[in-house]
């Protein structure tokens, strides 16, 4: 096969790969039982899976095909973000004209940040907080899709819908998007994440960055990226530039890395054809591929005018070290910071006072545990067929940013539905059995009896018991009578009570509660603490642990 | 106006042809002389107010049976749908709850009912509810009546949020305008086809209560009172048949309740076109309550939407 028919082969991979992205974001969207692997991406990536091992103190088995990606990128490099990583395929494909002139212009030193934000990451991670893995590449982009794309599109068909709703003969469409459609490819219950627009800008900016150089997160940014550098640099093939070079700088032009040094710095000449260069010395000079920065794109060899001179080979030894390689000095300054971004984040409020309205999906018990084993990835949020699996912002402490946290007000644990533990990548909720979560307590409802429409008003509702699903209804009806209202009218008038002893804080009651604005029945933290488990072992989690003994 | 009938005259002068009508004997001379609706009015009386059918098993076959049995002894589907008619069968599909929870219609009998409907003629029988919360997908399929209607010839839709539309209720005392989806509004028939439950807040859930699931702002009608925003939606959205499922009762803990210790088999299915005295009929003999003691029945009954005096109902009742 022709390097051009490698390409391609690579650019269906890429795009095959996004699809697939893609069809489980949108084929586990809002589904009571996901029949897709939600979680594929993040049994792969590296950095999330050992990650979440680290920090979590636990080997766990499922993620360990991540091993897979490690051997790739020993074996053939950075092939992770040139052919398979949905991020890079974004990036890739978001290319700006300017960028090329603009990409000369930034310092090669640039691209420690990642090596940075890599350190920052694992060191943060061996302290037990993952709250720096928002910085992974399957994260981020799990994350957007989630909470602004998709509602995105859901908006936009919703509004297109309105307005065909007006015109008669679009009745049919309007209809066939709502059977057929709905429930299928777009969600049955508008997606609404409060954070949408925030979430979207950023993942924009990432996108926008583009404009200054291509794949300029990837160059400079990503700590996946970093991670897997680091392992290339040992990587056993890459491409290798011959003696036949004839120094056009094609590839370095093409190379979207800007992995291929053209300033020619020392002719690195592949062990086999040692002997035949040293005695044809050739006039020009002869380029590297830095393996580090390279992601096996293969765009230079075709770009090659003299197909002969460049071609995949062996690497031996290990690529040298760079000037834009991190040193000693850069590692020891990454870990100070990575420790004390950890220190700093969990240095706040919520250390010495329980975060008052948090509400954690079922089965997540220990918030310690939790922030050391869940990666922010967000597909618990995009799978909960409520949408009430919310991103938080500060609710959690900053440590907790855009964990999960159940916002009854916007949608409510569902009674027959166990999905974000099964889609959890790391396990950080739970894989409950539905008897189990039935009876996992999350919260418990409290009854605002100034706003509530019987107790303050004398109006008969009481929503709040017609939808709890709890088998022996938590809320409790007392004082059930027929009154006249003033203008002679028949009521029945009963007040509602919460009976903690058998609410599981699911939040139905608070997301259905007629009430405008602030619901008059709202889901606070369980009223008798949980124990902290066994597994709480974490820094964070003992803290956690004192905290509520 | 002018020379032109307006809509009062044209009523009264209606009342007064059928009350001259009326004194006329013997059908075959009726049959010549009146307009087909006329006939059929004074078919009705032939017919019972209420039908109830009661059988003795869960079999789907003798529920279908017991169904048939109670639609007939009101003199058939054909009384109600026409050939050619759009229909709308309006069952409680309260939320994801399975048909041993007695919290949502028995799955055969809603499709029962969509099978006569088919046989009286109907062109399209269209199944929908508005679960109170969470996933149509989900409700319609756990309730069982999404797939069983969808098998009987209807057409099981999704309430599409941006179709509803508000209509206003012009006997409305509390509800004065209402969003409602406009296929029921437009339907040639409407049936409802409740299931027997009781109901913490609004005592009774049966006809009047079910058609709560026409509209998208419940918390409209619970802001107001739903003693009287219940019948303040039965005076504008009057089912044309109902049929009241009460092969199994939730008795305590509804709506929503999933407690299997307050359901009790009854194996009857109770027919009738007046929603106010099934719902009288079903609240005294299934739910134990006065029908004088339930708001929206008393308020309903002081509108003029039907009959809450059950001495003065006629019953036709058949077991199976």
Not at chain 1, 5 to 28: C, I, K, Y
Not at chain 2, 273 to 301: C, E, H, T, W
């Amino acid at each position: 096969m022709s390097w051009r028919g490698a390409r391609w082969l690579r650019r269906a991979v890429q795009v095959a790969s996004l699809l697939f992205f893609l069809v489980l974001a949108f084929g586990t969207l809002q589904r009571f039982a996901p029949r897709l692997p939600a979680d594929a991406f993040f049994r792969f990536d590296p950095l999330t899976a050992f990650g979440a091992m680290i920090a979590g103190r636990q080997w766990l088995w499922h993620l360990s095909v991540a091993l897979i990606v490690v051997v790739a990128t020993v074996v053939l490099g950075r092939v992770w973000c040139g052919w398979v990583c949905p991020m890079g395929t974004v990036l890739e494909y978001a290319r700006f004209k300017k960028a090329r002139r603009r990409q000369k212009r930034l310092p090669p030193r640039l691209r420690l940040t990642k090596y940075f934000l890599l350190v920052m990451v694992v060191v943060g991670a061996a302290l037990g907080s993952l709250t720096l893995m928002v910085l992974d590449p399957i994260t981020l982009i799990t994350r957007s899709t989630t909470a602004s794309l998709i509602p995105g599109i859901d908006y936009l068909v919703r509004a297109a819908e309105k307005v065909m709703a007006h015109v008669g003969w679009l009745q049919g469409a309007v209809s066939w998007i709502d059977n057929s459609v709905r429930g299928h490819v777009l969600p049955a219950v508008a997606p609404v994440f409060s954070q949408a627009v925030f979430l979207g800008l950023l993942f924009l900016s990432v996108i926008a960055l583009n404009a200054l150089a291509d794949r300029f997160w990837c160059r400079y940014l990503c700590p996946l990226g970093a991670l897997l550098g680091l392992l290339s640099k040992a990587a056993l093939l890459r491409p290798v530039i011959g003696a036949a070079c004839p120094s056009c700088s094609g590839c370095a032009g093409a190379c979207r890395l800007g992995a291929i040094d053209a300033e020619g710095k020392t002719a690195q000449v592949e062990p086999g054809d040692a002997g035949a260069a040293a005695s044809e010395a050739s006039p020009g000079p002869v380029y590297e591929v830095v393996t580090s920065e390279c992601t096996m794109c293969l765009d230079c060899l075709v770009a090659c005018p003299a197909h002969e001179s460049m071609r995949v080979g062996l690497q031996a030894p290990a690529g040298p070290w760079r000037g834009y390689d991190p040193g000693r000095r850069q590692f020891l300054t990454a870990t100070a910071a990575g420790a004390g971004s950890v220190l700093l984040l969990g240095a706040g409020w919520w250390n010495k006072l329980q975060p008052p309205r948090l509400i954690r999906p079922p089965g997540v018990h220990s918030e310690g545990a939790f922030l050391s084993s869940c990666v922010r990835c967000g597909a618990c949020m995009n799978v909960c067929p409520t949408s009430g699996l919310q991103p938080a912002l500060d609710e959690a402490g900053l440590a907790g940013l855009w964990t999960p946290q159940l916002k009854p007000r916007m949608g409510y644990c569902a009674w027959q539905c166990t999905s974000c533990g099964q889609v959890c990548p790391t396990g950080a909720i739970p894989r409950l059995h539905l008897s189990t979560k039935r009876r996992d307590v999350i919260g418990t409802a409290v009854i605002d009896r100034n706003r509530c429409l019987p107790w303050s008003q004398g109006k008969s509702c009481v929503v709040c018991q017609e939808v709890c699903p709890v088998p022996k209804n938590a809320i409790e009806l007392t004082g059930g009578k027929l009154v006249t209202t003033p203008d002679g009218l028949a009521e029945y008038l009963v007040y509602p009570n919460v009976r903690a002893d058998r609410c599981v804080g699911c939040g139905f009651c608070e997301f259905s509660c007629p009430v405008s604005g602030e619901a008059a029945i709202e889901v606070r933290p369980a009223s008798t603490a949980p124990t902290p488990s066994k597994d709480d072992s974490s820094p964070i989690g003992e803290r956690d642990a004192v905290r509520r003994a | 106006m002018g020379s032109e009938l307006t809509r009062s005259e044209f009523l009264k002068l209606l009342g007064i042809t059928a009350a001259g009508v009326a004194f006329l004997p013997g059908e075959q001379l009726l049959g010549g002389l009146m307009t087909p609706d006329e006939a059929q009015a004074a078919v009705v009386s032939r017919f019972p107010d209420l039908s109830v059918a009661t059988g003795h098993s869960l079999n789907a076959n003798h529920i279908a049976a017991i169904t048939r049995a109670a639609l007939n002894n009101l003199g058939g589907m054909g009384r109600f749908v026409h050939k050619g008619d759009v229909v709308v069968v309006k069952p409680n599909i309260y939320g994801t709850r399975v048909p041993a929870n007695a919290c949502t219609t028995n799955p055969t009998v809603a499709a029962t009912v969509v099978r006569e409907c088919f046989k009286a003629g109907a062109k399209q029988v269209k199944v929908m509810d508005y679960p109170c919360g969470g996933d149509h997908v989900q409700s319609y399929n756990m309730s069982g009546i999404g797939p069983a209607t969808k098998a009987a010839g209807a057409t099981v839709l999704q309430m599409s949020s941006s179709r509803f539309k508000s209509y206003p209720i012009p006997k409305g005392k509390r509800i004065r305008s209402l969003s409602i989806y406009p296929d029921i509004v437009k339907a040639d028939v409407l049936i409802g086809v409740p299931i027997a439950k009781n109901h913490g807040g609004e005592q009774i859930s049966l006809a009047c209560k079910n058609l709560m699931g026409c509209t998208s702002e419940p918390g409209k009608m619970h802001s107001a009172g739903t003693g009287q925003a219940i019948p303040d939606l039965v005076s504008f959205l009057r089912p044309d048949l109902c049929v009241l499922d009460a092969i199994r009762v939730r008795v305590s803990g509804g709506p929503g309740g999933t407690d299997p210790g307050s359901v009790r088999l009854k194996y009857t299915v109770v027919a009738g076109a007046d929603p106010i005295a099934i719902d009288a009929y079903g609240a005294k003999n299934f739910l134990g309550m006065n029908p004088r003691n339930v708001a929206q029945l008393i308020n309903g009954s002081s509108m003029g939407l039907g009959q809450i005096d059950l001495g003065k109902v006629s019953l036709k009742k058949v077991s199976l």
